[in-house]
């Protein structure tokens, strides 16, 4: 009888514990920032070293704007595990790209950030009212459309790059809307190692540029979890 009974906890624990558990889908826009960083490398076509500390701008709001959104597998135990993606970007400043000899300098149809993460909510942490905190980090990689053009060259780098590690990390705060859907505002911050290759003009060779990219973003975002 008592092997039964064990048996039968042991069985109706296995089957709570999918029923506990949710899928959370989100997205977001917000206000995103770059930090400045040491840029260096060698310019295409035989050209001169790269070395120069670059003004990285953000610009949010310019088109194509910043944006991310993420899919998150909460478990019974309020640790959530899944993937995110952020449409960060960076500008390099007129002044930066003239000194170093580029006319175009900018990763703007996306400094994009691939992270699998790793989160944690706190329900109740507020005495039973609406708002959830919640944090995080990422580990994944960078893969920006570059858009380079050397003074003088005829051949613009304008593709996808895979260029390195990055990581994540988010502070947030839910707001439950209903049962299904919430409000969220959060920080978020990103590093990222890039190794850039400048494609030469015809004949000539490649380039390389190296940084190291860190953004800061403050999001609004709506979630629907199931």
Do not use: C
């Given at each position: 009888?008592?092997?039964?009974?064990?048996?039968?906890?042991?069985?109706?624990?296995?089957?709570?514990?999918?029923?506990?558990?949710?899928?959370?889908?989100?997205?977001?826009?917000?206000t995103?920032?770059?930090?400045?960083?040491?840029?260096?490398?060698?310019?295409?076509?035989?050209?001169?070293?790269?070395?120069?500390?670059?003004?990285?701008?953000?610009k949010?709001?310019?088109?194509?704007?910043?944006?991310?959104?993420?899919?998150?597998?909460?478990?019974?135990?309020?640790?959530?595990?899944?993937?995110?993606?952020?449409?960060?970007?960076?500008?390099?400043?007129?002044?930066?790209?003239?000194?170093?000899?580029?006319?175009?300098?900018?990763?703007?149809?996306?400094?994009?950030?691939?992270?699998?993460?790793?989160?944690?909510?706190?329900?109740?942490?507020?005495?039973?009212?609406?708002?959830?905190?919640?944090?995080?980090?990422?580990?994944?990689?960078?893969?920006?459309?570059?858009?380079?053009l050397?003074?003088?060259?005829?051949?613009?780098?304008?593709?996808?790059?895979?260029?390195?590690?990055?990581?994540?990390?988010?502070?947030?705060?839910?707001?439950?809307?209903?049962?299904?859907?919430?409000?969220?505002?959060?920080?978020?911050?990103?590093?990222?190692?890039?190794?850039?290759?400048?494609?030469?003009?015809?004949?000539?060779?490649?380039?390389?540029?190296?940084?190291?990219?860190?953004?800061?973003?403050?999001?609004?975002?709506?979630?629907?979890?199931?």
């Amino acid at each position: 009888m008592l092997k039964s009974l064990k048996t039968a906890t042991a069985a109706m624990l296995l089957l709570a514990t999918p029923a506990a558990a949710e899928l959370e889908l989100s997205l977001y826009l917000g206000t995103q920032t770059a930090s400045d960083s040491d840029a260096t490398g060698f310019m295409p076509n035989g050209g001169g070293p790269i070395n120069r500390n670059v003004d990285w701008e953000g610009k949010s709001f310019d088109a194509p704007i910043y944006y991310g959104g993420r899919a998150i597998w909460w478990t019974a135990n309020n640790l959530g595990f899944g993937i995110e993606g952020t449409h960060t970007k960076a500008y390099a400043s007129t002044a930066d790209m003239s000194a170093m000899g580029f006319d175009r300098l900018e990763f703007t149809d996306g400094h994009n950030i691939v992270t699998a993460n790793v989160m944690k909510r706190f329900p109740g942490a507020f005495n039973g009212s609406n708002f959830t905190p919640y944090g995080g980090a990422g580990i994944g990689v960078a893969v920006p459309h570059v858009d380079i053009l050397a003074s003088g060259a005829t051949n613009r780098t304008y593709d996808y790059e895979v260029t390195g590690l990055a990581l994540r990390g988010i502070a947030g705060m839910k707001y439950s809307l209903t049962e299904n859907w919430a409000l969220f505002g959060e920080y978020q911050i990103t590093w990222s190692d890039n190794d850039v290759t400048i494609d030469g003009d015809p004949g000539g060779a490649n380039g390389k540029l190296r940084t190291e990219l860190v953004t800061h973003a403050v999001n609004i975002g709506v979630s629907y979890s199931f």
